[in-house]
């Protein structure tokens, strides 16, 4: 079986550890949501937070919502001038035969600037 990759991203309103969890569990639970995938069923999962995050692992917000088996891995973004700031971004790895065209991916809050021609679930990356 393939595995595919589920991008998504969000943003919190301040670097405290209750709005990074709160945003992330909302962000898992919509990419989980929007693919109809399984818990059971993915890989991995990778958590990147912008360099201006510091209160929270956003892997925490996983754990908060039982996804205790799978492998996670939190990271640090490189600075990049211009970039979106106080932003938490995911990659989740889902073992599936859906094609590449059918993952919906989900930008929320800011995010949403990161990927517009993804935002609306009717469009999909040509691949």
């Known amino acids: 079986m393939p595995v595919r990759g589920i991008r998504g991203a969000t943003t919190v309103a301040a670097d405290s550890e209750e ?16 693919n109809g995938v399984q818990v059971d069923d993915l890989a991995a999962a990778y958590f990147t937070v912008t360099q201006d995050l510091h ?38 790895w889902w073992n599936t035969d859906c094609p590449p065209r059918d993952v919906h991916h989900v930008y929320q809050r800011e995010a949403v600037s990161l990927r517009p021609d993804w935002v609306n679930t009717s469009l999909r990356p040509e691949e």
Request: with cysteine.
């Open 55 to 92: 209160a929270a692992f956003p892997a925490r917000a996983a754990r908060d919502l039982g996804w205790t088996a799978l492998p996670m891995l939190n990271g640090n973004e490189i600075p990049v001038p211009g970039s979106l700031r106080r932003c938490v971004r995911v990659l989740l």
């Open 19 to 34: 709005e990074i969890l709160q945003a992330t569990r909302a962000l898992l639970q919509e990419m989980v949501s929007a």
